[in-house]
C-alpha cells in the first residue's frame, strides 16, 4: 500500500476538529440508485478508503503518518470529505482524544464496487467492540512494520487477512466437531487447522491478529502471521501463540509491562517492540 505525496494546496487548509456523527441522524445513500458522479473521490481518498476498510478501524493520527507521509492538514481534509459523504464514521475515545475511524455501509459498498478483477481483499464496516479500538487500530502499524520488511527483502503483498476472515472461515467447521465420533473429532480439528495453514496447539487452534499474504522476490506465494500482544495477555495465551509460530510484536509502552507480567524471559525474548 504505497503512501500518497502531499498536494500542496491541501497543506494550507486548517485544522478543524473531527466531531462525531450522531449514528441515528446520519443519511442512508443507496448507491446502487444514484450515480456514483453525485460523489466525487480522488483516488487518494480511494486509497484512504482501503485503508481503513482493510483494518477495519485505524488512527486518524496513524493514517496521517502513513498515507500522508506525516501531513495531518492534507490527511484531516480527506477524512472529513469522507464523512461528510457518509462513507467514513469517527469516533474520539477519552480522556486519550484520539480519533479512530471506520468505514460506513455505504464506504463499503463502494470499495467493493471499485473492486478489480481477482481482487480478494475482504472490506470491514463499523466499530466493534469500543474497549479495543486501541489494540485493533494499532494492527495497522502493526502492518506497516511488518510489510516494510517484506518490501526491503524485495517481496510484494498481495493480501491482508485480519482474525475476522479467519474466524468466519474456521468457527462453522469446529462447531460441528461436536457431532463427530470423538475418535476424529483431533484428526478433523488438523485438517482445518492445516487447510487455514495454521497449527493445532493443545486442541486449538490459535489465530493471529494479522496475516500478510506476499509473494517472494522469487515470485514464491508464502504468509507471514502476526500478533499484537498487550499488557493484559496471560502466558498461556501468548506460549500459545509462540508455538503456533506467530511473530509476536507489543506497542513501545506494553513491552516493559507485558513482561513483568509474563515473568518468563525464554518466553518474552523474542517480542518485538512496536
Known amino acids: 500500500m504505497a503512501r500518497d505525496r502531499d498536494d500542496q494546496r491541501e497543506v494550507q ?14 443519511p442512508q445513500r443507496e448507491l446502487d440508485r444514484e450515480p456514483m458522479e453525485r460523489y466525487p473521490i480522488r483516488e487518494s481518498e480511494m486509497r484512504t478508503l482501503a485503508d481503513i476498510g482493510t483494518f477495519r478501524t485505524l488512527s486518524v493520527d496513524d493514517l496521517a503518518k502513513q498515507r500522508y507521509t506525516g501531513n495531518h492538514a492534507h490527511a484531516q481534509a480527506e477524512v472529513r470529505n469522507l464523512v461528510r459523504q457518509g462513507f467514513v464514521r469517527i469516533r474520539t475515545k477519552h480522556p486519550s482524544k484520539a480519533v479512530y475511524a471506520a468505514l460506513t455501509r455505504e464506504g463499503k459498498e463502494l470499495l ?21 479500538l486501541r489494540h485493533d487500530a494499532a494492527i495497522y502499524r502493526l502492518y506497516q512494520e511488518v510489510a516494510g520488511r517484506i518490501a526491503r527483502e524485495g517481496g510484494t503483498v498481495r493480501r491482508v487477512v485480519l482474525d475476522f476472515e479467519l474466524k468466519r472461515s474456521i468457527n462453522p467447521r469446529l462447531s460441528k466437531l461436536n457431532s463427530v465420533p470423538e475418535s476424529q473429532r483431533e484428526q478433523q480439528r488438523q485438517q482445518i487447522a492445516e487447510d487455514h495453514g495454521l497449527t493445532v496447539v493443545d486442541g486449538k487452534i490459535p489465530l493471529p491478529d494479522l496475516r500478510i499474504e506476499y509473494e517472494t522476490a522469487e515470485r514464491e506465494q508464502t504468509k507471514v502471521d502476526v500478533e499484537l500482544a498487550t499488557s493484559d495477555y496471560h502466558r498461556d495465551s501468548l ?17 516493559g509491562p507485558l513482561r513483568r507480567a509474563i515473568d518468563d524471559p525464554e518466553l518474552t525474548k523474542d517480542i518485538l517492540s512496536l
Open 13 to 26: 487548509q486548517p485544522q478543524i476538529p473531527f466531531k462525531d456523527p450522531v449514528e441515528r441522524h446520519e
Open 112 to 132: 467493493n464496487r471499485r473492486k478489480t478483477h481477482g481482487d480478494q481483499q475482504t472490506y470491514y464496516a463499523h466499530f466493534v467492540k469500543p474497549r479495543e
Open 239 to 255: 506460549a500459545a501463540k509462540a508455538r503456533a509460530g506467530f511473530s509476536i510484536y507489543a506497542l513501545r509502552e506494553d513491552v
